[in-house]
């Protein structure tokens, strides 16, 4: 079955989160889709089947400069392994390129780092995280004041 990958495409949020839900193994939430991604970033990728479901999607978020994020990349089950996903990071590489981003960033699991360095052209890079639990809210630090 052929696959062709849209810049920019057409879907509807029940897709999405359908989708969501079964490729990061979750209940399926009801987000709004096309809100968010209308907000927040530079692009996304839609991977359709010949008759017209949704078989792949990822979203490219940016800072509004040269900086991209690869966010979400999934693919249904039935399409895994066939080079789906490879196509959708490769038509979100184009996007970005296109839109005169200079670096395409992703942050992905261990298990997914033949996935990002191997079939996508990832290369391993220094980076850090902090993990931002809900917390209850507290007084900002007092401005002008920095700790070293």
Avoid: K
Wanted: glycine fraction near 12%; hydrophobic fraction near 45%; charge should be negative.
């Amino acid at each position: 079955m052929a696959i062709t990958y849209e810049w920019r495409g057409g879907f509807d949020n029940g897709e999405v989160n359908t989708l969501h839900a079964e490729a990061f193994e979750h209940a399926e939430l009801p987000i709004d889709w096309e809100t968010q991604l209308r907000r927040h970033s530079l692009g996304w990728v839609c991977a359709r089947r010949e008759d017209g479901r949704l078989a792949g999607f990822v979203n490219v978020a940016w800072d509004g400069g040269v900086h991209a994020f690869v966010l979400d990349t999934m693919v249904a089950a039935e399409q895994r392994g066939a080079g789906v996903g490879r196509e959708l990071v490769a038509a979100a590489v184009a996007g970005a390129r296109s839109a005169g981003c200079e670096w395409l960033h992703v942050d992905f699991e261990e298990h997914l780092r033949p996935f990002y360095f191997g079939a996508c052209g990832f290369e391993p890079t220094q980076a850090g995280l902090i993990a931002l639990p809900a917390l209850p809210p507290t007084t900002p630090p007092r401005a002008g004041r920095a700790d070293p």
